[in-house]
């Protein structure tokens, strides 16, 4: 079964991506905060990374360098509030997928993360 991590500090956010994406049959895996998510990545690489841009302690640009430097071929999906361009270019400079603008299509976001996961080599 495709795994996928799913990182943000907004429990509602968490909550909302897992249940979508169980419903198309993935295993979702949660995590809080960006130190929990590379403990995460460390146990049992994940098929894919939905990454919240903006969390206390390590933020999703260095969680994403970390896991891109440990396992450059997991695709990560960057998650950002409307306006943080300049943090969305260094997500995509540093290996991102694509960034997602929150607040996101559902939808949209799903069928991007589908599309990447069963497409995957």
């Not at 098929?47 to 396992?71: A, H, Q, W, Y």
């Not at 997991?74 to 991102?96: D, K, R």
């Amino acid at each position: 079964m495709k795994n996928l991590l799913i990182v943000d500090d907004q429990p509602g956010i968490r909550l909302l991506l897992s249940e979508v994406f169980r419903k198309e049959g993935l295993e979702t895996r949660l995590a809080s905060n960006g130190a929990e998510a590379l403990r995460s990545v460390r146990e049992r690489k994940p098929d894919c990374v939905l990454l919240d841009m903006k969390m206390p302690g390590i933020d999703g640009v260095e969680v994403l360098k970390r896991i891109k430097k440990e396992s450059p071929y997991i695709p990560v999906f960057m998650m950002t509030a409307y306006g943080e361009i300049e943090l969305t270019e260094q997500a995509l400079n540093n290996g991102a997928e694509k960034y997602i603008t929150k607040p996101f299509n559902i939808y949209e976001v799903r069928d991007a993360v589908m599309d990447v996961i069963l497409n995957k080599k």
